[in-house]
């Protein structure tokens, strides 16, 4: 689950600058949890089953399946990681909104480069042809920008269709289609090429795709939507707690965290 953005940056850095330490160290001192022994601000796993966490001081870890810790990556020049794409674990996007800048770590989180554009850029995702979205929050239209900072395509703006509100937190693409995400309201879906399909509504968190299948949180549990069929219904995988609003399966396992711990459990 992506934290969602503010509003008013300004306020939220001055409440932030009042009260983050205090807030950190409360969760820090009032804290146990066994599978991994820090809180766990977000986190996200990859189609091999490695583990990504982000904590509250801004570190971003890399585990194994078996949860041992491999790589660790840490600025603190650009503000709070607001989202990770880990669609590509070669090449992993980190969102720091504040800043505006997108910077691509490989598999060791090691730093591979920079994206620093002029757009508003509220929402990211990685493309399959190695390219990057963006939601320009300036114009609401979805954009594919080159490695070179060139627009290759874009939408009509979202405002221009019907009953359409929406303003992501990430953006996947996924078998030819590309999906926006705005936690608790829905999904506004679109094509590789940036035509409107659909949108599903719906108060649900932590999106993923796998293979034809679309899997998500809603109401503390794990709900599966087959893509391939206009009439399915949502099928509910299994109930996890209404507490937990980030949540992912790997194999018969579902991560997931609940009051910033991360825990694990299995699908039977």
């Avoid at 091999?48 to 870890?61: A, C, H």
């Avoid at 949860?67 to 880990?86: A, K």
């Avoid at 996007?93 to 508003?120: C, M, P, W």
């Avoid at 949108?199 to 893509?227: E, H, W």
Wanted: net charge negative; hydrophobic share 40%.
């Amino acid at each position: 689950m992506k934290m969602k953005k503010g509003k008013y940056i300004l306020s939220f850095i001055l409440v932030l600058f009042l009260t983050g330490c205090t807030t950190s160290k409360q969760v820090i001192e009032d804290f146990n949890c066994s599978l991994i022994d820090y809180p766990v601000r977000d986190f996200k796993v990859d189609l091999f089953g490695s583990i990504y966490t982000i904590d509250f001081k801004n570190r971003l870890r890399l585990y194994d399946q078996n949860l041992n810790l491999q790589f660790e990556y840490y600025n603190n020049t650009l503000g709070d990681i607001s989202y990770i794409d880990v669609t590509n674990p070669k090449k992993i996007a980190i969102f720091f909104d504040g800043f505006q800048k997108v910077v691509y770590v490989d598999d060791t989180l090691s730093e591979l480069a920079r994206y620093e554009g002029e757009l508003n850029i509220l929402a990211i995702g990685s493309s399959r042809d190695n390219n990057l979205w963006i939601y320009d929050g300036l114009d609401y239209r979805l954009k594919k920008i080159s490695r070179n900072n060139k627009l290759l395509l874009e939408s009509n703006p979202l405002e221009s269709y019907h009953r359409l509100n929406i303003q992501p937190d990430y953006i996947i693409e996924h078998n030819n289609m590309v999906y926006l995400v705005e936690e608790g309201n829905g999904i506004a879906v679109f094509d590789n090429f940036g035509t409107f399909s659909n949108f599903i509504p719906g108060d649900i968190s932590s999106v993923f795709l796998d293979k034809n299948r679309m899997y998500y949180m809603k109401q503390g549990a794990i709900y599966r939507l087959l893509l391939d069929n206009a009439f399915a219904e949502e099928r509910e995988i299994k109930t996890v707690s209404l507490k937990v609003k980030t949540a992912y399966i790997f194999n018969q396992n579902i991560f997931y965290l609940e009051n910033n711990c991360m825990k694990k459990t299995s699908i039977d």
